[in-house]
């Protein structure tokens, strides 16, 4: 009778054992799953971004080092490198892949189907291909937008009422980023209506910047800088050579801005990894990426520096300077 009662429990184990699933079998103690996470700057200079990601996700209950590791990557803007390291990532088996920047983001897509992908920010998702549609992602990929391209209007816009007399921009910019081309659209659209001329410069790599500047004398203004880690990463040359050339400069990063540039107006991207984190924590808890919806910036920055103006010699009407988010004497 013992030994009866002893066959028909092992059955009941072997049985539940076969008849637990997957994903049940991830949730179990000791099983600590692990983030990719692949930076387009270096770590110092997205450190911010970087930790307000790290640190929602301890809110969220995910400690790194103790139920959740992470592997970090960065692309250093040499995004060549971006299908190496994914493929890196995926030969690691990591259970999600958080990046941003057009060109890893299109790099993480190519490199798996499989392996869960989220962008902390994107400029178009829907323009660049990367998602069927801002509702419903579909495939192994969400995240969320920055709308970098729909306020390159307004951008323009800032600075042509700070700057008296702005006829000529110069627009300096990543060619080889897929979203380019729209941004530069968006922004031309905007200067037209408002009388301006444009020139497009093209910037590549920090190597290209001093060039850029010299070709840039006397035909033009102002300066608008695309938002890539590119100009992100060398923003402190682009503003020395800016206010070296009296050119004032509009961007979408805060950082830019925070720098010496003359003023910004964009999303606030610490917000934006912040909320990549949330994405995760649904992911590691079982939601499909093809069901989470892109999210759109909930917040976003103008930054006015006062001393940059100063030093150009121009002044901000006193209501601008009120409705900023940031102003920097």
Same mark, same amino acid.
């Given at each position: ?16 054992a076969i ?6 079998? $991830? @949730? *179990? ?17 997205q450190a ?26 960065? $692309? ?9 390291i994914i ?14 920047? %057009? ?6 897509? *190519? ?10 920010? @994107? ?5 660049? =291909? ?5 509702? +419903? ?8 937008? /920055? *709308?970098?391209?729909?306020?390159? =209007? ?20 990543? =060619?080889?980023? !897929? ?8 922004? %031309?659209?905007?200067?037209? %209506? ?9 910037? +590549? ?9 010299? !070709? ?18 060398? +923003?402190?040359?682009? /503003? ?31 917000? *934006? ?17 093809? #069901?989470?919806?892109?999210? @759109? ?21 006193? @209501?601008?300077?009120?409705?900023? #988010?940031?102003?920097?004497?």
């Open positions: 009778m013992l030994d009866l009662r002893r066959r028909k429990l092992i059955l009941l184990i072997g049985g539940g008849a637990c699933p997957l994903g049940a079998l $991830a @949730q *179990q103690p000791g099983k600590r799953p692990t983030i990719g996470f692949l930076g387009a700057n270096s770590p110092a200079v911010h971004w970087t930790e307000a990601f790290v640190q929602r996700l301890r809110e969220l209950g995910w400690i790194e080092g103790r139920n959740v590791a992470i592997e970090y990557r960065w $692309a250093e803007t040499r995004f060549e490198r971006a299908p190496e493929a890196e990532l995926v030969r690691l088996k990591v259970d999600v892949i958080v990046t941003h920047a %057009t060109a890893n983001v299109v790099a993480a897509k *190519q490199g798996t189907s499989v392996i869960p992908i989220v962008f902390a920010a @994107q400029a178009d998702p829907v323009g660049t =291909g990367l998602v069927a549609s801002l509702a +419903r992602p579909g495939g192994n990929i969400t995240g969320l937008s /920055n *709308q970098f391209i729909d306020a390159a =209007g307004k951008r323009v816009e800032l600075l042509h009422e700070l700057v008296p007399g702005l006829r000529r921009l110069a627009i300096l910019a990543n =060619g080889q980023i !897929a979203n380019t081309a729209l941004e530069i659209d968006e922004a %031309t659209a905007a200067a037209r %209506t408002l009388g301006i001329e444009v020139a497009t410069f093209d910037i +590549r790599r920090a190597e290209d910047i001093a060039p850029a500047f010299d !070709a840039i004398k006397g035909r033009a203004e102002g300066v608008y800088v695309f938002g890539d880690p590119v100009t992100n990463t060398n +923003r402190i040359l682009i /503003n020395t050579l800016a206010l070296g050339a009296r050119l004032p400069t509009v961007a979408g990063f805060r950082e830019h801005a925070e720098a010496g540039g003359l003023i910004s107006y964009g999303a606030n991207l610490q917000d *934006q990894f912040r909320r990549a984190a949330d994405l995760v924590d649904k992911i590691l808890r079982g939601a499909k990426p093809a #069901d989470i919806p892109i999210e @759109q910036p909930t917040k976003f920055d103008l930054v006015i520096n006062l001393k940059t103006a100063k030093t150009l010699g121009l002044e901000f009407h006193p @209501q601008l300077l009120a409705t900023a #988010d940031e102003v920097i004497e």
